[in-house]
């Protein structure tokens, strides 16, 4: 299978954008799945021209909606794959109250959020995960704010699969494949430098080590909270270390499975029932 | 015969459920009944009210001057005395709402055993409502009324019931709402049904979250209605306006309270027709519906998933609290039509985009999606010409011509009983249909509106040029709707 389409890609020479868009490809047409049974959905800002480089079916929707669009889809038709592409503007800034409630639903989808650390198609202004003192035209007196732990905001949200990769081919692909196992809500966060607003980020390639080979027990939710604090998003210093990989992953009541209207449908969702 | 029958006290004290027992009883014995409710936005104590009017001809709304005056609080005597008519008569005193029930009962001679009849329908709380009842109905000495059957089949009908029921019949899958006053009643009525009609009802974080899962569902092909009031309605036009550009099936409906912002959540308004016809921004394809009683609520909503399917596009049935949860007789059966399921799977976009849904800047390709979109709205002003866009009643060919829209519907029909002058009764606000021209040359309109502005008022003038004089303008502002016997009166003035 090949879910690649012919759009002349308009990100940036050398974005880490090409290698998410790469592991997602791989994740994806390795899955066993067919084309018309994975839906893509995604935000507003440049992780969002991904939705016209995969060719799958879904919708490119508005800044911060990306969970309710999903979540509508999995109770349009809940046999479908359902994977949401959301910027940290789109998830943590105009967005949260949807990324909270998702983690709290635990409706079996995947929630891809790329995580830049500035509103980079906007021309650099600071987001809610930008560092203290950042700089840009907007904000000449310098980001005053302490950016917010997202992963530690999915753990305390009831979450049931969290995770964080750095924008690496391998990653992404290899933290797809262990999503698409989840049944539930799966959180992953990408740290992805950019090169024109952000470019100090590319430091984390450095720092990040791997959660599950450092042996990180995912099931163990005090254990995920102490990892959390490893990095605060703000500052790098010398001896920061980034974990990645799977915080945790628990299972949890589906909630889509609870809902016996929904148990019966067929392939084709709602769509199949003739009344 | 019009008798009016008030019921109020604290709430709490269950004037509501006294109402409801007197007017199932009545419309049983063939009488039509008009009920509606005053209620503040508390959940025990203050000031409730209820209004039962019935007749033995067709009747849709309360008068002012009171029949009986049932108060289950001596605060109710106190504001409502005042308009008791010379004969009137007032059931008071510290008795639980059953005894009243009894007492009523009798008044209008009604036999014990249909009131026996409506507590066994109720269930709850039976032995002590019957005990209660008993008491009432021996101690009542007077009769007003001789309550005869009158052998006509009348259907006592709740504006939310039937938007429950056209969407239910029209094939809905999923619908998603907000809590929000006065749209809370027909989440109530599907939720209830859920199982037994094989839908799915949800409640997600906000409104912004109910449009766009709603969205979501719509594009998996599923037939999805969404519920909201005012507020709840602002909320959603963003996701209004990508169901707009992604060319997205959706049932908007909108119950109408009193604005700006939380105004007044639990009275009546048509203050939200102007932000009906242009919620969202840029320039899309929609309709806006407007029943003026339950059977259009019902028939409205079904055209309304008709139409959103056919042409891909939001539909707003747009409501108020006045119909939403006032009750009415009617003897009509609604007229249902079918629907397709139009919606497959496929790339959509919130950006202007190319026939495969990638999204785009290409000048001739905007160019191409707007007229495409124009081309909708051409397309559905024709259909709507095969629907019933517009009622006409009262006197043909009068001088006088009464327009309105929505649920004021029900005492304009009374008012103008004996009058000369025609009323024409607007349904599609959205495709406005151009030909009412027709009816409003030479005449001396006068507008009926529950709103300061004159919404309607404008609707026409920017539609057909007419003018409508600020003396013939009759706008309640206040959160009540009008009540038939005090517009009688401002119609008659207004007569040429």
Redesign the interface.
Known sequence: MNIS?N?KSTWCPGCPNFMILAGVKKALENSGKKQ?EM?I?SGIGCHA?I??YLN???????HG?V???????????PN?SVLGFSGDGDAYAEGL??TI?SARYNSNWIYIVHNNQVFSLTTGQPTPTTEIGYKDKTTPLGVKTFPLNPIKLMLASGASFVARVFADIQQVENVIKEALKHKGFCFIEILQPCLIFHPETLKYKNKIYDLQKSGHKKQDFQAAMKKVEEFDYNEIKSDTKIPVGIFYQVQKPIFEEQ????Q?LGP????G?K? | MRYNILFGGQAGQGPNILGEILGEALVKQGYYVFYSRDYQSLIRGGHNFNVLTFSDSPIHSNDSKIDVLVALDENTKKIHSTKMKKEGIILDGKHENMYFAGRLFKLLCLDFETLNQELRELKKKYEENLKNAKLGYEEETKNICHVKNQKNKIYFLNGSKEISQGAIESGLDVYYAYPMTPATPVLRELAEKQIEKNYLVLEPENEIAVINSAIGSAITGAKVMIGTSGGGFDLMTEGLSMAGIAGVPLVVYLAQRPGPASGVPTYTAQGDLNIARHAGHGEFPRMVLAPGDPIECRELTNQAFYFSQKYKIPCIVLNDKHLAESFYSLKEIPKIIKSQKTISLGKFNSYESTSEGISTEDSKRIEKNNIERLKKVWDIEKEAEKFIQYKNFGKKNSKNLIVSWGSTKGAILDAIQGLDTEFLQILYMEPFPKEILKFLKNKNIILIENNATAQLGQLITEKTGIFIEDKNKILRFDGRPFLADELNLEVKKRLN
Do not use: A, Y
Not at chain 1, 56 to 62: E, K, T
Not at chain 1, 268 to 271: D, I, R, S, T, V
């Open positions: 389409t759009v018309n839906v959905v021209k939705f016209d799958l079916p879904g919708l490119n929707s508005l909606r969970p309710p669009v999903c979540f509508g889809l999995k109770m349009g038709n479908l109250e949807h409630h809902f016996p209207q929904l019966k084709l969702g709602w769509k029932i009344r």
